[in-house]
């Protein structure tokens, strides 16, 4: 019957994700849509797909961790942003949602107004898995905007974690200081990483790291799992063979995320007042967006990566589920609303996903309208780079890069690097190399690149 059951979901689950594929649209939307019409058909989430999801999400963000730069995260437009952006997002969401409280309307009438701030707090995240999906689809991890979407992500998994030790009332055990220890044991992983080769074993590794002394040994002293999970990535990002170990985790992590996806929509079918309600609360959704380009324009951003990462970023987070459960466990919610932010998320997962078709044609558009400030006045990452002195572009410093840059600087031509590594950049320019931070495959850095034409 088990079988029965994974092969009636799986059948389920690539109907829906074809269909929507057929439509232009994501395919988890596909699988999220599945979810539904199986809950419809009176099926119920059996423990072992939540196991699943669970670990489908853990490798997820283990992933994000293997791919994020640290010194991202310290940046001014990511941490302000993230933590701004919450403030002002509980502030717009009990502006909003004050008002049916106050007329009497829907599931919000005569809620007290801590219990629309948490229900605000919970639908201002955005949400990780989707966001880094639609990047990872669009091969876009790397631009500017996708770095600056992925540091907010993590800062609000911070904020969130830190909301569930107060709320929950368990806070981190004494013994979370011993997580230190995994700085310095960094090393070991890494020489295990260096000779384990790039077949079976590296996936057995890469799925070990996540869960056991990431999510396990985090969620033992009191910390969430998943931010574990992260934080293994991210120890492990600066090895040569992470790159390789990311590659070999992908598809056994893309299929548990359709575990992930299902498990949503199999929460339970809603009534139709919840589902009105969370047709309400996506009128949030654009001014979520507005205050993300608002913000990262603030920060000396270039009106189109505020945009972008804007867009990115306009959808509600499977964040708010957990937040809304231990809202709801300490008694601060009704548990009917864990459904109806369920519905919520998904819903918000569909309009992000059309508005994201048209992105950067919508971007563009937003930028001939507004254009961007004196560049004197962005940050340097997102200055004009005027050509007037370069002959030749070299596109990626490893080994191969350098020798080039080195052999066509020996012949007179003035060379300039592109390099995506921070760390390697700063380590060129000491050795005299004039080299520019960037990812060849970002349309953002060739839109920053002022050629002028010589005779």
């Given at each position: 019957?088990?079988?029965?059951?994974?092969?009636?979901?799986?059948?389920?689950?690539?109907?829906?994700?074809?269909?929507?594929?057929?439509?232009?649209?994501?395919?988890?939307?596909?699988?999220?849509?599945?979810?539904?019409?199986?809950?419809?058909?009176?099926?119920?989430?059996?423990?072992?797909?939540?196991?699943?999801?669970?670990?489908?999400?853990?490798?997820?963000?283990?992933?994000?961790?293997?791919?994020?730069?640290?010194?991202?995260?310290?940046?001014?437009?990511?941490?302000?942003?993230?933590?701004?952006?919450?403030?002002?997002?509980?502030?717009?969401?009990?502006?909003?949602?004050?008002v049916p409280a106050t007329l009497g309307l829907g599931a919000v009438a005569g809620l007290p107004l801590r219990t629309i701030a948490l229900i605000s707090f919970a639908l201002s995240f955005s949400s990780t898995v989707f966001v880094v999906k639609l990047l990872e689809d669009r091969n876009e991890m790397r631009s500017r905007y996708g770095q600056i979407a992925i540091g907010v992500l993590v800062m609000q998994d911070l904020i969130a974690v830190g909301f569930v030790a107060v709320a929950s009332g368990k806070g981190p055990s004494i013994w979370a200081v011993t997580l230190l220890l995994l700085i310095p044991a960094r090393h070991l992983f890494g020489w295990v990483l260096a000779r384990i080769g790039h077949k079976e074993l590296l996936i057995v590794?890469?799925?070990?790291?996540?869960?056991?002394?990431?999510?396990?040994?985090?969620?033992?002293?009191?910390?969430?799992?998943?931010?574990?999970?992260?934080?293994?990535?991210?120890?492990?990002?600066?090895?040569?063979?992470?790159?390789?170990?990311?590659?070999?985790?992908?598809?056994?992590?893309?299929?548990?995320?359709?575990?992930?996806?299902?498990?949503?929509?199999?929460?339970?079918?809603?009534?139709?007042?919840?589902?009105?309600?969370?047709?309400?609360?996506?009128?949030?959704?654009?001014?979520?967006?507005?205050?993300?380009?608002?913000?990262?324009?603030?920060?000396?951003?270039?009106?189109?990566?505020?945009?972008?990462?804007?867009?990115?970023?306009?959808?509600?987070?499977?964040?708010?589920?957990?937040?809304?459960?231990?809202?709801?466990?300490?008694?601060?919610?009704?548990?009917?609303?864990?459904?109806?932010?369920?519905?919520?998320?998904?819903?918000?997962?569909?309009?992000?996903?059309?508005?994201?078709?048209?992105?950067?044609?919508?971007?563009?558009?937003?930028?001939?309208?507004?254009?961007?400030?004196?560049?004197?006045?962005?940050?340097?990452?997102?200055?004009?780079?005027?050509?007037?002195?370069?002959?030749?572009?070299?596109?990626?410093?490893?080994?191969?890069?350098?020798?080039?840059?080195?052999?066509?600087?020996?012949?007179?031509?003035?060379?300039?690097?592109?390099?995506?590594?921070?760390?390697?950049?700063?380590?060129?320019?000491?050795?005299?190399?004039?080299?520019?931070?960037?990812?060849?495959?970002?349309?953002?850095?060739?839109?920053?690149?002022?050629?002028?034409?010589?005779?």
């Amino acid at each position: 019957e088990g079988m029965e059951t994974v092969g009636l979901f799986l059948v389920i689950a690539f109907a829906g994700g074809y269909a929507v594929r057929a439509l232009g649209l994501p395919p988890m939307l596909g699988f999220l849509l599945a979810g539904f019409a199986l809950a419809a058909g009176g099926q119920t989430a059996p423990e072992a797909l939540h196991v699943l999801a669970g670990l489908g999400v853990t490798l997820f963000v283990f992933a994000v961790g293997l791919k994020l730069d640290v010194s991202q995260l310290l940046r001014r437009e990511v941490w302000l942003t993230a933590t701004t952006h919450t403030a002002l997002m509980v502030l717009v969401g009990v502006g909003v949602l004050l008002v049916p409280a106050t007329l009497g309307l829907g599931a919000v009438a005569g809620l007290p107004l801590r219990t629309i701030a948490l229900i605000s707090f919970a639908l201002s995240f955005s949400s990780t898995v989707f966001v880094v999906k639609l990047l990872e689809d669009r091969n876009e991890m790397r631009s500017r905007y996708g770095q600056i979407a992925i540091g907010v992500l993590v800062m609000q998994d911070l904020i969130a974690v830190g909301f569930v030790a107060v709320a929950s009332g368990k806070g981190p055990s004494i013994w979370a200081v011993t997580l230190l220890l995994l700085i310095p044991a960094r090393h070991l992983f890494g020489w295990v990483l260096a000779r384990i080769g790039h077949k079976e074993l590296l996936i057995v590794f890469g799925a070990m790291m996540a869960l056991v002394p990431g999510y396990l040994l985090f969620d033992s002293v009191g910390v969430k799992g998943d931010l574990g999970a992260i934080v293994m990535g991210i120890l492990l990002a600066s090895h040569p063979n992470a790159g390789d170990l990311g590659k070999a985790l992908f598809s056994i992590k893309e299929l548990l995320l359709v575990a992930f996806f299902l498990s949503i929509g199999l929460e339970g079918l809603p009534t139709w007042m919840e589902v009105a309600t969370a047709l309400g609360v996506l009128v949030l959704l654009p001014l979520q967006t507005v205050a993300y380009v608002w913000l990262i324009s603030l920060m000396g951003m270039r009106r189109r990566t505020a945009v972008l990462a804007g867009l990115v970023l306009s959808n509600n987070s499977e964040f708010g589920l957990i937040v809304a459960s231990t809202a709801v466990a300490a008694g601060m919610l009704e548990p009917s609303w864990l459904t109806t932010i369920s519905v919520a998320v998904a819903l918000s997962f569909l309009v992000a996903a059309l508005a994201n078709m048209r992105a950067e044609p919508l971007a563009d558009a937003i930028a001939a309208r507004w254009p961007d400030p004196d560049p004197d006045r962005l940050d340097p990452a997102e200055r004009p780079i005027p050509l007037h002195d370069v002959d030749v572009l070299v596109l990626g410093l490893g080994r191969i890069g350098q020798s080039a840059y080195r052999r066509l600087d020996e012949q007179g031509l003035h060379v300039l690097g592109v390099e995506h590594d921070a760390r390697r950049c700063e380590t060129l320019r000491e050795d005299g190399i004039r080299v520019i931070e960037g990812d060849a495959s970002d349309t953002g850095l060739w839109r920053r690149l002022q050629a002028v034409r010589t005779l």
